[in-house]
């Protein structure tokens, strides 16, 4: 099957106030029409970095070398014309936070209707009724009455729904899901993931999932890539990666998911330190400082890739050693 998506070495270099910092160094992988990746890691990893590279919504002032080629087309070199094109129509978004990505003065009917006038050439009638078709598929209630609410009226799980009927709206090839239940609670977490999922299947669309979640990733995702300090350190079949975490900062992340059945008062393992800033990355792996498997080979150069298993492969010279 024809890649849908190829990433190679991409690199993305961002001005900040201590001088320029690599937020993301020499990330590649691919996808195919329907299939689901997973990108994982702390905050400050790379993960919305790349989600953002894809789209073509990187701050004013980034860098960018490698190459991103979505259907056969170069984005990194497109002119904004032509990725408006392609931004809300073949590729859709779903934003982490839906209050800030809808706009609190226009009514949701209108900002679902918008892509569609857009991209379709809908008159105002057929958009208004394509919303409300959309607004009835991600399971809105009461959706008729919603068309005309504007986002502050509703719940946090309804915008978030609202957020996934416009990136839906066009019928996009692939859906970036950028943390799409940040500040839900668990039970709402779990009816947007699932719908997601049940989208995605319906319409054979490629998903790139962004979480910082494990359990969402062994639920939702094909694919694996697993990120810190803007590269991808171990990568795979999901399955393979849970039958093997090979990298240090993967079992780390493994140790510190909340398990049912703990007695009262029990400590969460936890990383030591912290995800170091952009800037200050150090030239070797940048998990050095908080392994615990760390010689002083680990921090001369970048490791090179080592193979684990058939397509699971990891950035670290003592994968083998724990």
Known sequence: ?????????????????????????????????????GLIGESGCGKSITALALMGLLPEGAKVSGSIVFDGQPMTTLPEAQLCRLRGNRIGMIFQEPMTALNPLHTVGRQIGESLRLHKGLSGAAARAEALRL???????????????????????????????????????????????????????????????????????????????????????????????????ESGPTAAIF??????????????????????????ATIPGRVPELIDLPPGCPFADRCQLVIDECRRAPPPPQIVSAGHEVRCIRWDQA
């Open 1 to 37: 099957m024809p890649e849908l998506l190829t990433v190679t070495d991409l690199r993305v270099t961002l001005n900040t106030a201590r001088g320029q910092a690599d937020a993301l160094r020499g990330v590649s992988f691919s996808m195919a029409r329907g299939d689901t990746l």
């Open 135 to 233: 607004l009835e598929r991600v399971r809105l209630p009461q959706a008729a009455q919603r068309l005309d609410a504007h986002p502050h009226q509703l719940s946090g799980g309804q915008r978030q729904r609202v957020v996934i009927a416009i990136a839906l709206a066009c019928g996009p090839d692939l859906l970036v899901a950028d943390e799409p239940t940040t500040a839900l609670d668990v039970t709402i977490q779990r009816e947007v993931l699932d719908l997601i999922a049940e989208l995605v299947r319906e319409d054979g669309m490629g998903l790139l999932l962004i979480s910082h979640d494990l359990g969402v990733m062994a639920d939702t995702v094909q694919r694996m890539l697993v990120m810190y300090g803007g590269t991808v350190v």
């Open 243 to 268: 039958a093997r975490l090979a990298h240090p900062y993967s079992r780390g992340l493994f140790a510190a998911r909340p398990r049912l059945g703990l007695a009262r008062g029990t400590r969460l």
